[in-house]
């Protein structure tokens, strides 16, 4: 699994990743990710928590020198292309039946590259629309320009992989909307089954210390995002729905738990707005923990429009916690209309008015907690990885034909 993202930097990809080679490995499957090698700064912070270990780890995990890109982002690196030779030697040691490319950028090129000249057979999972992210990260080039790049970056790697996966009917079309006539498979990212088992003292514990830690969540409901804090995830939106509640219910508060490039302009925009009274901002937790801030939110808001998945709403709904989310890209395939919460317009007023349905609606509230506990156990990743599976060996057969030079 080659992969430009992977602890300690947290983000959709890197779980995804993590969590489907933990998978595999638990299958009998031999797994080996290829990602970047971080900053001695990035793997000190607080959030390299217990998967960062790679001597921990149930799978090898090759890291590749990499220099920073904070012209782009704050967090992200990207691997010297002069290592090339060291990706090589690796994967000639490994000797892998198939590469899964799970990004685009050099680790990504380095997977392709090496499918090329060995011609094992490639896999690649179309997590990122870059077409919209890009836009939010560069600066000095006009959008069309970078909606350019965004796409063709992408195609790159649909038209030579055996095997394309979508993760969502959306992205999938996409892929024909690039104009690659190949169907992807669709395979959404699942959430790992087992976390640590749920502890009621654990959580008296950690509700004592949230609340001493932010005052302004006592005696209040929460609203709760969970997930990097960026500026494409429209987080602003969440200012104008907390606005309209407390008109309402003005014991209300929204609390934020990741972090990320916007974290700081984010906190000065609650602060212009008089809200930070009633906002808080808890940083990157250990993921063993988030079960804990799911249970003691109200609600799970999520105002993204540019999410491929958005799989912080299933993981809230695991914890039996409704969600009210905006129903673009991702969140349509994710909740599939009103499942487990409400699907929503981006609509200040009618995204305001379900979470207000949730917080003063018992039988409603009831109704929903339930939902989106059942509708969550459908995206467990031991129900899923048997088809990432059978999508291996598809790639097999194809690179088998296409390497005895027969037409499929």
């Known amino acids: 699994m ?43 912070k607080a959030f390299f928590d217990e998967k960062s270990s790679d001597e921990s780890s149930p799978f090898k995990i090759v890291r590749i020198p ?23 030697k690796a994967m000639d040691a490994f000797k892998p039946d198939v590469i899964h490319v799970n990004s685009e950028w050099v680790i990504g090129y380095f997977g392709a590259l090496y499918s090329f000249h060995r011609k094992v057979p490639f896999v690649f999972t179309f997590h990122t629309m870059w077409e919209d992210y890009l836009v939010n990260y560069v600066n000095f080039l006009p959008d069309f320009s970078l909606r350019k790049i965004g796409r063709s970056v992408v195609k790159f790697y649909l038209k030579r992989a055996d095997v394309i996966i979508a993760p969502t009917k959306k992205i999938a079309s996409v892929v024909h909307e690039y104009g690659i006539e190949k169907n992807p498979e669709i395979l959404p990212t699942g959430i790992p089954d087992s976390r640590e ?26 609203l709760l995002f969970v997930g990097r804090i960026v500026k494409e995830k429209n987080l602003a939106f969440l200012y104008d729905v907390l606005e309209q509640v407390q008109k309402k219910n ?24 008089k809200l930070s009274k009633s906002v808080a901002f808890a940083g990157y937790i250990p993921s063993n923990d988030l079960v804990y801030f799911y249970k003691f939110a109200q609600v799970f808001v999520f105002p993204s ?8 709403t299933v993981e809230a709904m695991l914890a039996g916690l409704p969600v009210v989310a905006i129903g673009e890209l991702g969140t349509v395939d994710v909740m599939q209309g009103d ?16 979470v ?26 031991s129900s899923l990885t048997p088809a990432l599976v059978e999508n291996y060996v598809k790639a097999v057969h194809i690179r088998c034909n296409k390497n005895l030079g027969i037409s499929i």
Not at 251 to 267: R, S
Not at 339 to 354: L, P, Q, S
Request: proline share 2%; hydrophobic share 35%.
């Open 2 to 44: 080659f992969t430009d993202a992977y602890y300690p930097r947290i983000n959709g990809v890197t779980v995804s990743v993590h969590s489907y080679a933990t998978e595999l490995t638990k299958l009998g499957h031999s797994v080996c990710i290829v990602c970047l090698e971080y900053s001695e700064e990035q793997q000190k």
């Open 66 to 88: 990499s220099w920073s890109v904070r012209a782009i982002s704050k967090e992200d690196r990207m691997a010297k292309f002069d290592k090339w030779h060291r990706v090589k």
């Open 250 to 273: 003005p014991k209300t508060a929204l609390l934020f738990v990741g972090g990320g490039p916007y974290l700081e302009e984010l906190q000065e925009l609650a602060q212009e707005r």
């Open 356 to 381: 207000m349905l949730l917080l003063t609606n018992q039988k409603v509230r009831k109704q929903k907690t339930a939902e989106a506990v059942k509708w969550g156990e459908k995206w467990k990743i």
């Open 305 to 312: 429009k540019t999410e491929t998945q958005g799989l912080v």
């Open 339 to 354: 499942h487990g919460g409400f699907m929503v317009k981006d609509d200040v007023e009618e995204f305001a008015e379900k």
């Open 197 to 222: 088992k749920y502890s009621l003292i654990r959580q008296g514990s950690l509700t004592i210390q949230i609340l001493k830690k932010f005052p302004q969540l006592v005696g209040k409901k929460v």
